[in-house]
T-cell receptor
Framework: GAVVSQHPSRVICKSGTSVKIECRSL??????MFWYRQFPKQSLMLMAT?????????EQGVEKDKFLINHASLTLSTLTVTSAHPEDSSFYIC?????????????FGPGTRLTVL | SQKIEQNSEALNIQEGKTATLTCNYT??????LQWYRQDPGRGPVFLLL?????KEKRKERLKVTFDTTLKQSLFHITASQPADSATYLC?????????????FGKGTHLIIQP
C-alpha cells in the first residue's frame, strides 16, 4: 500500500524557535497533501490543504503566517511552525492523496509530536 | 452548528462478540463517510469508505452502514479480537467536489477483552 512518512517523529523546542516538519509520499505522487493537528483526546482538525506548486488553503482560524506550508514537489510537503509557543504543542499529522476527487483515499503519515517548552 | 459525534466513553467488548460503534452527524451533507483506526501515538489508518448512495459496505470482519435519513453511520467488527483494540474515528467529506480534507469525530476507544 501507499506509504507516507513524516520527519521528525518527535521534536522538543524552546519557545520562540521555528520547527520544520516534513511529509513525504514514498511510493506515489501526491497531488494533494493535508495537514492536521490533534490535541489530546480531541479529533484531528484540518489545518490546511496544499496542492503541488500552489499556495496552501488554510482553514478558518489557522494563521498562515505562523504555519508555513510548502508543497514544492509531488512527494514532499513541509510545515514550519514559526515562533512556536507552548500552546502549539500538539500532534501534527499529514496525509497525502494521489487524486483530486473526494473519494480518493488519503494516506496518513505516522505523525510528529511537537513539544514547545 | 456542525457536529460529528461518536461515543465518548470507551467501549468494552468481550472477545468473539460483535462491536458496534456509532457516528452521528449534524448539519453536514456528506458525500462520503470513512472509518479509520488510530493506535496511540500513530496516524490514522484507513479502513472503509461508504458513499451517500450506499447503505452498507463490508470488508472481511468489518461492516459499515450509512443512513442519511438518520444522519448516522454504524461500524461493526464481528468476531472481535484483542488486536482490534484501538480508537476508531469516523470522518466525512462534504458534497461539493474536489479533494477536500476530512472532518473527523473525536473517536471511540474500543477495548476487546480476552
Amino acid at each position: 500500500g501507499a506509504v507516507v512518512s513524516q520527519h521528525p517523529s518527535r521534536v522538543i523546542c524552546k519557545s520562540g524557535t521555528s520547527v520544520k516538519i516534513e511529509c513525504r509520499s514514498l511510493d506515489f505522487q501526491a497531488t494533494t497533501m493535508f495537514w492536521y493537528r490533534q490535541f489530546p483526546k480531541q479529533s484531528l482538525m484540518l489545518m490546511a490543504t496544499s496542492n503541488e506548486g500552489s499556495k496552501a488553503t488554510y482553514e478558518q482560524g489557522v494563521e498562515k503566517d505562523k504555519f508555513l506550508i510548502n508543497h514544492a514537489s509531488l512527494t514532499l510537503s513541509t510545515l514550519t511552525v514559526t515562533s512556536a509557543h507552548p500552546e502549539d504543542s500538539s500532534f501534527y499529522i499529514c496525509s497525502a492523496s494521489s487524486g483530486s476527487h473526494p473519494s480518493d483515499e488519503q494516506f496518513f503519515g505516522p505523525g510528529t509530536r511537537l513539544t514547545v517548552l | 452548528s456542525q457536529k460529528i459525534e461518536q461515543n465518548s466513553e470507551a467501549l468494552n467488548i468481550q472477545e468473539g462478540k460483535t462491536a458496534t460503534l456509532t457516528c452521528n452527524y449534524t448539519n453536514y451533507s456528506p458525500a462520503y463517510l470513512q472509518w479509520y483506526r488510530q493506535d496511540p501515538g500513530r496516524g490514522p489508518v484507513f479502513l472503509l469508505l461508504i458513499r451517500e448512495n450506499e447503505k452498507e459496505k463490508r470488508k472481511e470482519r468489518l461492516k459499515v452502514t450509512f443512513d442519511t435519513t438518520l444522519k448516522q453511520s454504524l461500524f461493526h467488527i464481528t468476531a472481535s479480537q484483542p488486536a482490534d483494540s484501538a480508537t476508531y474515528l469516523c470522518a466525512l467529506v462534504e458534497s461539493g467536489g474536489g479533494a477536500d480534507g476530512l472532518t473527523f469525530g473525536k473517536g471511540t476507544h474500543l477495548i476487546i477483552q480476552p
